[in-house]
Nanobody
Framework: VQLQASGGGLVQAGGSLRLSCAAS??????LGWFRQVPGQAREFVAA????????RYADSVKGRFTISKDTAAKKVYLQMNSLKPEDTAVYYC????????????????????WGQGTLVTVSS
């Protein structure tokens, strides 16, 4: 299984970016996005169920970020709007081969596979 994240970059506050995660190797139960600021713990951003498409978001990004998927292309996207400097982080996509119970979607220990990360920098 391989996850390839892309789409990071430098953007001004209030701007938008779209991250992509290309998945290969097998089918998945859930895919998610996490982010990490150097020196801080990795935190949950959003997750989507591969079959059906139900989603969950961290409170800090709700209403600004949208996770979506292209099942045929095996890609997951994170559309990030109204970006803030505090959104600056390395963003990772992660996958679980089976479906994660809703209550545990934000738990990174539930995910089996991780991509390499893509850096998002939001300037003020």
């Amino acid at each position: 299984v391989q996850l390839q994240a892309s789409g990071g970059g430098l953007v001004q506050a209030g701007g938008s970016l779209r991250l992509s995660c290309a998945a290969s190797g097998r089918t998945f139960g859930n895919l998610g996005w996490f982010r990490q600021v150097p020196g801080q713990a990795r935190e949950f951003v959003a997750a989507i169920k591969w079959s059906g498409g139900s989603t969950r978001y961290a409170d800090s990004v709700k209403g600004r970020f949208t996770i979506s998927k292209d099942t045929a292309a095996k890609k997951v996207y994170l559309q990030m709007n109204s970006l803030k400097p505090e959104d600056t982080a390395v963003y990772y996509c992660a996958a679980r081969s089976t479906t994660i119970i809703w209550e545990f979607l934000a738990d990174q220990q539930q995910y089996d596979y991780w991509g390499q990360g893509t850096l998002v920098t939001v300037s003020s």
